[in-house]
């Protein structure tokens, strides 16, 4: 019995939604590096969607233990600004259904091989944050929130004399990282609440189309239309 036109197209409006949502349900904060001249390395931190349907606004990103000479890259309306701790972008806005690069370099203290985390906090619109400090310290850290990471390229590592600053796991300041998790805690929670919110919401649509589904299946099945 070949299924009605009416349950195929529902079935296909389905999956497309199921698409559309997956992406903001499940995309994290991610980070790449390659090697550059006089032992630099090149970073680039791509934000994937915004909080909660809401646009970004800012970005800050905790800076790996002994990093030196740190120089970021002003993109469109998006302007870099570099201290001891992090780097942070502002001045810009990502709409909360695309994605953006975030771009700097510095010399690395960590060998070649090893990986880096870089904590990163995200701020949006309607005074909403996300929190990726995953796997970087602190009590409120979720798998579900990783930290973005890199493995230090071949050819990048400085020369220079060892840190004597504390190191963390994954390479990254505790000083750093302390920080920018109890500067506000309010940030990681907003950043729980705004992902797990996406994710609920994503399995409630999930339910109810498979649900849907089901129903026209079995209303069909009993019910064929004649041709």
Excluded at 123 to 151: L, R
Aim: hydrophobic share 45%.
């Amino acid at each position: 019995m070949a299924l009605p036109r009416r349950f195929l197209i529902a079935s296909a409006a389905s999956l497309t939604a199921l698409v559309a949502l997956a992406g903001p349900a499940f995309a994290h904060a991610n980070a790449s590096a390659k090697a550059e001249q006089a032992g630099r390395t090149a970073i680039t931190v791509s934000i994937e969607h915004g909080c909660n349907g809401n646009p970004v606004t800012g970005v800050r990103v905790a800076l790996p233990s002994g990093a030196t000479a740190v120089t970021g890259t002003n993109s469109g309306a998006w302007t870099s600004t570099v201290s001891a701790t992090e780097i942070s972008w502002t001045g810009g806005s990502m709409p909360a259904n695309s994605s953006a690069d975030f771009d700097f370099s510095l010399v690395l203290a960590q060998p070649a091989g090893e990986t880096v985390t870089l904590p990163t906090i995200q701020t949006c619109t309607n005074n909403t944050e996300i929190a990726w400090i995953q796997a970087a310290g602190g009590e409120k850290s979720e798998a579900t929130q990783p930290a973005p990471k890199i493995v230090v390229p071949a050819n990048s590592t400085s020369a220079a004399p060892a840190t004597t600053a504390v190191t963390a796991a994954g390479g990254s300041s505790t000083t750093a990282v302390a920080r920018m998790a109890t500067e506000s805690n309010a940030v990681t929670d907003a950043g729980s609440e705004t992902n797990a919110s996406g994710r609920y919401v994503f399995l409630g649509v999930c339910a109810v189309i498979v649900i849907g589904a089901g129903v026209l299946f079995l209303k069909y099945r009993k019910h064929p239309t004649r041709s």
